[in-house]
């Protein structure tokens, strides 16, 4: 079956630091990749969809110069969070359909739990 | 606006007890309906789509359900290792994004 794979799993970064997280799609190219948050016991929140080749697409109420989309291939997008403070700790999901456009469902990766201290 | 309500939103359940999730679900044009598993600290893991009003899908001892209005993951005879947060979205038509409810925290006892 498809695989996203997402690293790291666990980071502890300090306040004013800029953390990177990165989405691989394993046997599959992924023309579009989605980032999502999710807080304790709540659902998944859809922060920005990742294009290879062009911007990111950023919901609403998420700052784009904070956190950086870049999805350089076919196969690798990158979340990078900037000048991370307290209030960015949370879960992030990375997921990716095998086509996108149809009725192909999500494929996740495992999460990255940040921790800003 | 595209709405998921998943209930309950927890529920215990003895080891044997077959019972069923629930996912409501306001959408202008339903393009599918998704349920995935999720285990505290991962990401979800994928489980059913359905299209179409009447459409049923199984695996082991989950059997998810559509209606016009929502769809049902029953889960017959559940073991400990059911235990997970069960989501439910609904894919709209056109390009908006999928939708997600907040799910349901499943408790399956020994």
């Known amino acids: 079956g498809a695989v996203v794979s997402q690293h790291p799993s666990r980071v502890i970064c300090k306040s004013g630091t800029s953390v990177k997280i990165e989405c691989r799609s394993l046997d599959f190219q992924a023309t579009t990749m989605f980032w999502y948050r999710q807080f304790p016991k709540q659902s998944l929140m859809l922060m920005a969809t990742?294009?290879?080749?062009?911007?990111?697409?950023?919901e609403q109420g998420v700052e784009k110069d904070k956190f950086l989309i870049n999805h350089a291939s076919l196969t690798l997008s990158t979340l990078t969070v900037t000048s991370a403070h307290p209030e960015d700790s949370s879960f992030y999901i990375c997921?990716?359909?095998?086509?996108?456009?149809?009725?192909?469902?999500?494929?996740f990766g495992n999460g990255t739990r940040l921790t800003v201290t | 606006e595209d709405q998921v309500t998943q209930s309950p939103e927890a529920l215990r359940l003895q080891e044997g007890e077959s019972s069923s999730l629930n996912c409501s679900y306001t959408?202008?044009?339903?393009?599918?309906l998704f349920w995935y598993r999720q285990d505290p600290g991962k990401g979800p893991e994928f489980l059913f789509t359905l299209y179409s009003a009447g459409e049923e899908k199984e695996k082991e001892r989950l059997k998810a359900t559509l209606t016009k209005k929502e769809s049902f993951l029953h889960i017959t005879a559940p073991k400990p290792e059911d235990s997970a947060t069960y989501l439910c979205?609904?894919?709209?038509?056109?390009?908006?994004?999928?939708?997600f409810g907040k799910g349901t925290r499943l408790s399956v006892i020994a």
């Open positions: 979205a609904v894919q709209p038509f056109g390009n908006t994004p999928l939708v």
């Open positions: 997921s990716a359909p095998t086509v996108f456009g149809g009725n192909s469902p999500l494929h």
């Open positions: 990742s294009n290879e080749g062009s911007k990111a697409t950023y």
């Open positions: 959408v202008s044009g339903l393009r599918g």
